[in-house]
């Protein structure tokens, strides 16, 4: 099992699982462990128990249009941020169930960034941190506390190589051996533009840090905790970074990149990563790399190097406009759509994301030529009063 040593026993990333149509759909965090997945999409939290292949819709603490930011998980209790809502929610059954959390939390404006933004855990302590606040808790997110000696702006806090390092919106850069007891800033900033970093990852006694913003260039390094820093590769806009057996990987508006020699030249090996401000979380579990993005869940396989939209069987709990009925599929020449409620919407995408039909249904019952399609696996989208539906279509000749 391949295992990420960027971060002590917490993944923090994304999953998103409806491809781009004519209008994005957007992913906030993901995690994933075993064969649990949990997804922010659109402002909905879903859960998967089968390894991402269906997911149905969970409401943490009732709540419904919460767009989840961040994912941890501290010994056997999982806690998510969010941006609207109740905000911090926490689990201690898997994900099936949520509480709120928010004891000792600051009042955090409903601007779209002044939000959680990252959360890691270390032992039993976890951090959270946003564009207004810094905290942590000792009791797996019951209470939280403010988390003294570092700028109150947190853009990033990661462990690697038995420290923490603490980022923020302002370019200052800390780092804790005492796990975030005590912090020691940096002498200088080592970001352009003010902007500060979002993944640290050690080797030696060479840092590397991603920036999440910068005129064109994203990677640095540090050869003495900080004192000085070195422009390093060519990326831009990096979003997270993490490390799995010495080969980083980077979401940056290039797309998925892997580096082979500590952040100095790197190759893209997903290019259909689609850049989303608040995207880009990343998540190791054994082989894969779980990425989230503006046209859907991305999921790299380290082994064979390939990479693809991880699309569910189904989403439970979203189609409510009836019982929806989709045939022949495997389809040839057409396919036939009943049950449809007047004013629904269907699009059909190959899994780049490209639109290849749109329409608005007026009538219960719509036939679609498919032709001109290739053979391959496709995906019919419907949305009506807000519900959603994503089916697999299969073009076969």
């Known amino acids: 099992m391949r295992q990420s040593f960027t971060l002590i026993a917490f993944l923090s990333a994304c999953l998103c699982n409806l491809p781009e149509r004519s209008f994005a759909q957007k992913c906030g965090a993901i995690y994933a462990d075993d064969n649990v997945v949990l997804a922010s999409v659109d402002q909905k939290f879903y859960r998967s128990v089968d ?4 997911f149905s819709l969970v409401k943490p603490a009732g ?18 941020g969010g941006i609207n809502g ?31 933004s990252r959360s890691l855990s270390v032992g039993s302590r976890t951090f959270m941190g ?22 109150d702006h947190t853009s990033a806090i990661k462990s690697t190589a038995g420290k923490l390092w603490h ?100 190759t893209n090996v997903c290019s259909s990563f689609k850049y989303y401000a608040y995207g880009g979380k990343m998540s190791v579990h054994n082989d894969d790399i779980w990425i989230a993005s503006g046209n859907g869940i991305l999921r790299y396989n380290m082994t064979t190097g390939t990479c693809n939209l991880n699309v569910p069987t189904s989403i439970s ?16 020449e057409s396919v036939q759509v009943k049950n449809l409620a ?34 391959g696996l496709y995906l019919l989208t419907i949305t ?6 994503v089916q697999k279509l299969v073009i076969g000749r």
């Open 317 to 332: 709990a979203v189609a409510e406009s009836g019982n929806i009925a989709v045939y022949p599929n495997p389809a040839n």
């Open 130 to 151: 946003g564009t207004n606040f810094s905290r942590y808790s000792d009791d797996e997110g019951l209470t939280w506390k403010n988390l003294a000696g570092v700028d």
């Open 51 to 54: 390894g991402g292949s269906s």
């Open 167 to 266: 980022s923020s919106i302002y370019g200052t850069v800390s780092y804790s051996s005492d796990n975030g007891s005590t912090w020691t800033a940096t002498s200088t900033k080592p970001y352009w533009l003010g902007f500060s970093g979002r993944g640290f990852v050690q080797f030696g006694d060479t840092l590397v840090a991603l920036s999440d913003k910068n005129a064109g260039w994203a990677i640095e390094r540090t050869y003495d905790n900080g004192a000085t820093w070195k422009l390093a590769g060519n990326l831009s806009l990096g979003l997270d970074m993490v490390e799995v057996d010495g080969k980083l990987y980077a979401t940056s508006n290039d797309g998925v990149m892997m580096s082979a020699d500590h952040g100095l030249n790197w």
């Open 384 to 389: 009506h009063d807000g519900a959603k539906m």
């Open 86 to 116: 109740s905000r911090i929610f926490r689990s201690t059954d898997n994900g099936a169930t949520w509480s709120v959390a928010n004891a000792g939390m600051p009042t955090i404006s409903g601007v779209v960034i002044s939000v959680p």
């Open 342 to 375: 007047a004013g629904s919407h269907i699009s059909i995408t190959d899994l780049t994301g490209k639109v290849l039909y749109s329409s608005v249904a007026d009538s219960r019952e719509i036939r679609i030529n498919t032709a001109a399609y290739q053979s």
């Open 63 to 80: 709540e419904d249009n919460i767009e989840v930011r961040c994912i941890s998980k501290v010994n056997s209790t999982l806690i998510i």
